[in-house]
C-alpha cells in the first residue's frame, strides 16, 4: 500500500486530466509514484534517463509530468552523459543484504 503521508505528484498534463485511465496516464502516474520514493539526485537520474528514451517523453513533457524544472532535467542529462563525477558509488546494502550465496550441490 502507499504511504499517504509521502505526497505524490500529480500530472497536470492533458491526458491525465482528460484520459486517466489511459496507458499514458498510468505511465505518469508510474513515474511520479517512483520519484516520490527517490533522493533529489536520484529523481532527477531518472528523470534524465526517461528523457534520453527517443521513444519517451521529451525533457519539456517530463518537467510538466514531473514537476521538475527543465534545467533541473538538464542537470541529470548532462550529469547522467558524464558519468556523474561528483557522486561516486556507494554501497547502500545493508551487510547481509542480497540473494543468499547459492549452495553448492555436490552429490555423492
Ligand atoms: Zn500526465
Avoid: F
Avoid at 511520479?32 to 527517443?54: F, G, I, K
Amino acid at each position: 500500500m502507499a504511504d499517504p503521508s509521502v505526497p505524490v505528484h500529480q500530472c497536470p498534463c492533458s491526458t491525465c486530466q482528460t484520459a486517466p485511465d489511459s496507458p499514458t496516464a498510468a505511465y505518469h502516474r508510474q513515474i511520479n509514484l517512483l520519484l516520490s520514493r527517490l533522493t533529489e539526485p536520484q529523481r532527477r537520474w531518472y528523470v534524465a534517463s526517461l528523457a534520453a528514451d527517443p521513444s519517451g517523453p521529451s525533457a519539456t513533457q517530463l518537467a510538466v509530468i514531473t514537476g521538475l524544472s527543465l534545467p533541473t532535467i538538464r542537470r541529470g542529462v548532462s550529469e547522467l552523459a558524464t558519468g556523474l563525477p561528483d557522486t561516486p558509488p556507494t554501497r547502500q546494502r545493508a551487510p547481509g543484504g542480497g540473494r543468499p550465496r547459492a549452495e553448492k550441490k555436490i552429490r555423492p
